[in-house]
C-alpha cells in the first residue's frame, strides 16, 4: 500500500442530509477535507447542512461540481441505485454508505467503493468516528487506498470487506445493536410500570458488554433459560401476561438459549 503521505484528494461532495451524510460531513470538515457542495432533494435540509459545512447547497444532482476527487451517497439504500443514475459521469470515486447494498449499485461509475462506518448514527448525538471500524470496498486497489486514507483520517479503522461479506457484518450488527437497543426498551417499560429507574439496571449492562469484548458470547452466557431454570421461566411467563408481545419475545429467547446451549453441550 502507498504511504498516507503520497494520497491526495480533492474536494467531496456530499449527496443527502440525513444521520449519516450530517455526521460524515462534520467529521470529514474537522478532519480537513474540503466539502465542495452539500446536495439534497430536501432543499431545507441541504442548505442547513450546507451551512455547517461552510459548503454550498444544490437541489439537483445535474447541479453538483464536477471535479471533485469524492462523491459520498449518504440516503436511504433503496434510492443509492437510481441516485448514482442519475448523478453525471464524473472523474471522482463515487462511493455510498450502506451496509447491505452491493457495490454492484454503483455500476454506471468508473469509480465506485463503499464507505460503511459501523456505528449507529442519529442527527441529535454527536458521533466520534475514533476508533469506529469502517468498511471500504473498491475493486481498484488505488481507491482502496484512498478510502482507507479517508477512514485514517478521521482516526477510525479501515477494513476491507466484500458486498456479500458487508451483508452479513450488517445483519450480525442489527442483532447486536438494534435488537438489542430494542430490549432495553423492553426492560425500561417493564421498570417504569413498577415506578423503578431504568439506571437500575445500567451495571449489569455495563458489565455484559465488558464481558463480550474479551469473552465468546456464549461462553459468558447466565440466566435462568442458560440454567434450564423452569420454574423461574414460567414465573417469568406469568408477568408477562399483560404484555403479551413481550412474551413471545422472551419465549423465544429463552427457547433460542437453551437450544444454543444443548447444541453446544452436545458437542463438547
Do not use: W
Not at 455526521?23 to 452539500?38: C, D, N, W
Not at 442519529?122 to 458521533?127: A, F, I, L, S
Amino acid at each position: 500500500m502507498r504511504p498516507l503521505s503520497s494520497i491526495t484528494l480533492k474536494s467531496i461532495v456530499l449527496i443527502g442530509a440525513g444521520n449519516v451524510a450530517t455526521h460524515l460531513g462534520l467529521s470529514l470538515q474537522k478532519a480537513g477535507f474540503e466539502m465542495a457542495a452539500v446536495c439534497s432533494r430536501t432543499s431545507t435540509h441541504g442548505q442547513q447542512l450546507a451551512t455547517l459545512l461552510n459548503s454550498n447547497a444544490v437541489d439537483s444532482l445535474k447541479a453538483v461540481p464536477l471535479n471533485a476527487g469524492l462523491y459520498i451517497i449518504a440516503v436511504a439504500d433503496s434510492a443509492i441505485e437510481s441516485v448514482s443514475a442519475e448523478l453525471p459521469e464524473v472523474e471522482g470515486l463515487v462511493v455510498h454508505t450502506s451496509g447491505i447494498a452491493p457495490l454492484s449499485v454503483l455500476h454506471k461509475h468508473k469509480r465506485s467503493g463503499v464507505l460503511y462506518p459501523l456505528q449507529s448514527i442519529n442527527k441529535q448525538v454527536p458521533t466520534n468516528f475514533e476508533k469506529v471500524p469502517i468498511l471500504v470496498e473498491s475493486t481498484k486497489t488505488r481507491d482502496l487506498e484512498i478510502l482507507e486514507f479517508v477512514a485514517n483520517e478521521l482516526k477510525a479503522t479501515p477494513f476491507r470487506i466484500t458486498s456479500e461479506q458487508k451483508k452479513m457484518v450488517h445483519l450480525a450488527a442489527v442483532f447486536a445493536n438494534n435488537f438489542t437497543n430494542h430490549l432495553y426498551g423492553v426492560a425500561y417499560q417493564l421498570l417504569q410500570s413498577q415506578g423503578i429507574s431504568f439506571d437500575l439496571l445500567l451495571p449489569l449492562i455495563a458489565e455484559t458488554a465488558r464481558k463480550v469484548q474479551t469473552e465468546i458470547p456464549q461462553t459468558v452466557q447466565t440466566g435462568p433459560a442458560m440454567r434450564n431454570d423452569i420454574e423461574t421461566i414460567q414465573a417469568h411467563l406469568e408477568l408477562l401476561q399483560r404484555y403479551p408481545q413481550y412474551r413471545q419475545l422472551y419465549d423465544l429467547f429463552s427457547q433460542s438459549i437453551r437450544n444454543t446451549n444443548r447444541a453446544s453441550t452436545s458437542e463438547n
